[in-house]
């Protein structure tokens, strides 16, 4: 699960000046060889290739070679450039004009216009349609077509200070006679974009293949084609890599990262990550609505000794909030000092007798820690669980692939499975600003039925007072004290255990080249940026 830059794009706009202006180009690289197939691992399955649709970054891995955005991010400093849109004019409070580049067409042959950028952003933002990204959208009223190629962005009067966050897969570019005519479900399963690479092929849980584009407008894409594969099981990602089954790993084990590097034709990539893994509780039923029961799972572990033994402090560091170390308003030596708790195994012991004896804790059935097929998720899953069993609790772990995870952690109370979510652990990338971790995980705006990302449905108006006034002011140091409050707030009522956060690792084979690491957990192949392409052999 993902979100990212979702806020503060028109501050950055304001401050870069009321019209942008920018040639949208990707800087040749001297000795590129056209040609030849890159393969990536991918340490989970594929659910969604519709971007209104799409929620997991994994799925972004393709939706972003198969689709274009309006605005991208420079990888180095944030600040939105253009793409799509090869510039926009801040008209007012709440209106930004987009001019679209001319000549962009679909792979279908279709031309992409100002129709096609409207239809998207309103379907996404329209309630009735059920986006999972409905929320990232919530600031905005709607997208007017002005002529072919301009469309102005509206946004609602209590968000006036922000603008689009038009610059992530889940809201790419998508074509909107081509969308009617197929539905929803078939264009989920072929998908049509305007990107460097075409879907061909998806055989699911085994391979899916992308080919290039070869109308793309903005460059030549190098590679013939990429094929992605799921490999759950990172040991044999590894085999895979070191047999060169594989071109890019985008995960790594710890163990394995000092031998990678010093391996001669592979090499391992690694940056700060906007990543954080936590344990939710569900909130709707008991024993996850009682702080007793909270209490008592973070009470059982030692935290920083299960997350060192897994990542060894290679590809992931203990986490204290949501809110990753390298983002402002984080917080970490408060919450690190005052708020996360120590192991205490007498203390957790007693809290769930006490719970048994007042029947909180069902009698008739374990409780649950779900958790993907990762198993570095599956490990801290387990660590937990069996220091929960020595301290006398009934819990089991059970790993699911990634769509039916996911189809369970969106559950409804008129699903009969949604009693038994007691606890899960599932991660989340956002951009850099602690609205896209808050907001996301903790505002009552997603604690709704299938889709949003408040998995633990906690609900406070306090909280979301201050996160609505952080969302709604330019004063950098009033939004950080909003932030450091909400954080303490929800940790000290322990809403959610925070586990760790990524260090973004990914292994390549050295014939790969131009790839770019990036923090915001994305695989991009061919942008603005760079072009990948691999050495012939």
Partial sequence: MFKRMTVCLLVSLLFLGLLAIAETAVPETPGAQVGGTLTIGVSQTFKDLDPRIMNSAYDGYVTGQIFDDLIVLDPYTFEPQPYVAKSWEVLSDD???FYLNEGIKFHN???????????TFNWIADPENNSPNFTELVWMQEVVVVDDYTVDVITKPDYAPFAPGFAQETQSIVPKDTVLAMGDEEFNLHPVGSGPYKFEEWKTGESLTIVRNEDYWLTYPNLDRVVYRPIPELSVMMLELEAGGIDIADNMPAQDVVRF???????????????????FFNLQHAPGNDPRF??????????DAAVFSIFQNLTGVRSYGCVPPAIWANDVPYLRDNVALEEDDARSKRLIAELKADGVIPEDRPLTVYCPLDPRR?????????????NGL???VQPLDWGPYLDLAYRSESDPTAAELDMGIIGWSGGPDPHDFLYYLFDSDNATVGSADNLSWYQDPEFDAWIKEADTTLDTARREELYVKAQRKVYEEIINIPLYHYIETRGLNDRVQGFLISPLSEMHICDPYHNVWVKSS
């Fill in 394 to 396: 009934n819990v089991i």
């Fill in 109 to 119: 042959g279709e031309d992409l216009t100002a129709e096609d950028v409207a239809f």
């Fill in 95 to 97: 209106r930004v004009r």
């Fill in 294 to 303: 909270r209490e008592a799972v973070y009470r059982s572990t030692n935290i």
């Fill in 378 to 390: 599956t490990q801290i899953a387990t660590i937990i669980a069996t220091n929960l069993i020595e």
């Fill in 261 to 279: 590097q010093e391996m001669t034709g592979r090499s391992v990539a690694q940056c700060p990550s906007m990543f954080c893994a936590y344990m």
